[in-house]
């Protein structure tokens, strides 16, 4: 089969389009024909090795695992001994360690659930990592309730495009912040009100929220709890913190500095959930939330799609066609 592999660590020219083994699913695990595939901020920092830290989990001079791509939609083509939930033929979606960008790979059916059924294959490869991040993030870690005021800054981006409109969806007014470009792509996800980060600085201004959700990290926590409400929650996911920690170390400064304020400073860490990912197929079929797809990019051009994702700032999400129903050659 064909994949994306990587064996050192560096940029797009490390991304090699090379025909490898067809991967087995253990006795957990099923097997998936992959249709979709998509791009996440993971996948950038992985391939760079960056921050440092994650080489401990990862490998310390060169990558570990050598296929590359988490977020996949497919069709079963075969279960371990243990799967009891699916069957050969289902069409699926789920996060993967690694492996996504390729022909076929296998998925713990622990992550895995029932693919949405109004949507498209490439739709739903958008899905898991930020649409899992952001429904945590609302419903778990900032506890969002009907009437609650909510800041995202990062709202056109593949975590935030979800979160606008999952904040709807549980009844908040939720104000998006991005660029100029984006802001009416923003203001159709269901945002009440958009703020140009260009020209106006919410931390600054006179409103405040009782959840900021900071999908960014250009703005730092002392700006932000500027911003919040006497007792708000701050949730963040992202921060520059250099090529050692990453955003790791403005995650452990929040929660230290939590001890001794009112308000609420949260790191947002999701982890892969195949319930979460069956509660969000409800949500998508419903008609409630909406993948949004910027660019859809054939298998053998993932580098340039990771290009495009990074360099060009995509909104929502950017995703990759990796075979088509009829083609089940290896």
């Not at 409109?165 to 939720?174: N, S």
Request: proline share 4%; net charge neutral; with cysteine.
């Amino acid at each position: 089969m064909k994949a994306i592999t990587q064996y050192r660590y560096g940029g797009l020219d490390t991304l090699e389009y090379e025909t490898v083994a067809r991967p087995v699913a253990a006795k957990d695990e099923v097997l998936i024909r992959v249709l979709g595939a998509s791009v996440n901020a993971a996948d950038w920092l992985l391939m760079q090795g960056e921050p440092f830290v994650a080489r401990l989990a990862f490998g310390l001079r060169r990558p570990k695992v050598r296929a590359r791509g988490r977020d996949v939609a497919g069709v079963i083509e075969a279960v371990g001994d243990n799967v009891r939930r699916f069957s050969v033929g289902d069409e699926v979606y789920a996060e993967v360690d690694a492996g996504s960008f390729a022909e076929y790979t296998v998925a713990h059916a622990k992550r895995l659930a029932h693919k949405p059924l109004r949507i498209s294959f490439g739709e739903a490869a958008a899905v898991p990592i930020a649409a899992t991040t952001a429904l945590q993030g609302v419903r778990d870690v900032a506890k969002i309730k009907p009437g609650d005021k909510v800041l995202i800054n990062g709202a056109s981006g593949g975590v935030g495009s979800f979160a606008v409109q999952l904040a709807k969806a549980f009844g908040a007014e939720v104000t998006g912040v991005c660029s100029t470009a984006n802001l009416e792509f923003v203001r159709s996800l269901g945002a009440d009100h958009v703020i140009d980060y260009t020209t106006e600085n919410f931390t600054t201004g006179e409103a405040r929220y009782d959840v900021i959700f900071d999908l960014a990290g250009n703005r730092s926590i002392a700006e932000c709890r500027r911003a919040l409400t006497r007792r708000g929650t701050l949730v963040l996911a992202s921060g520059n913190g250099g090529r050692v920690l990453g955003p790791i170390r403005r995650m452990l400064a929040a929660m230290l500095l939590g001890m001794f304020v009112t308000q609420n400073l949260r790191p947002l860490s999701a982890a892969a959930s195949g319930a979460d990912l069956e509660v969000l197929r409800e949500l998508i079929d419903a008609g409630t939330i909406t993948p949004p797809v910027d660019r859809s990019y054939p298998l053998a051009e993932t580098p340039e799609a990771i290009r495009y994702f990074v360099e060009e700032h995509a909104r929502g999400k950017v995703t990759i066609t990796v075979t088509s129903l009829n083609n089940t050659k290896e």
